[in-house]
Nanobody, 120 residues
Framework: QVQLVESGGGLVQPGGSLRLSCAAS????????MSWYRQAPGKERELVAR????????NSADSVKGRFAISRDNAKKTVYLQMNSLKPEDTAVYYC?????????????WGQGTQVTVSS
């Protein structure tokens, strides 16, 4: 079955950096787009960035442009989110996401999330 396992979250000071990883299994990783979402307390989950199967970045939230970078390693079946110049407003649970075909429809999968806290 499809599994997405995030890691790399933690507590960081404003201006610091973190790299999140999402290890995928149970599907043909190289064939599908991958995304990072985040959800802050009391707010809706929002898309942070999406990367195509070929490595092209198709979506990126305006609030993270120039600071965050999504990438993937198809050989390792892993997607990354490099986060630089972190701000307190980046504090959230970060989720890995993908959509893969399931018969005649598509199914959406989420990881368990990893907490990122930006605070001095």
């Amino acid at each position: 079955q499809v599994q997405l396992v995030e890691s790399g979250g933690g507590l960081v000071q404003p201006g610091g950096s973190l790299r999140l990883s999402c290890a995928a299994s149970g599907f043909t990783f190289s064939a599908y787009a991958m995304s990072w979402y985040r959800q802050a307390p009391g707010k809706e989950r929002e898309l942070v960035a999406r990367i195509t199967s070929a490595g092209g970045v198709t979506n990126s939230a305006d609030s993270v442009k120039g600071r965050f970078a999504i990438s993937r390693d198809n050989a390792k079946k892993t997607v990354y989110l490099q986060m630089n110049s972190l701000k307190p407003e980046d504090t959230a649970v970060y989720y890995c996401n993908t959509r893969v075909p399931n018969g005649i429809t598509w199914s959406t999968y989420w990881g368990q999330g990893t907490q990122v806290t930006v605070s001095s």
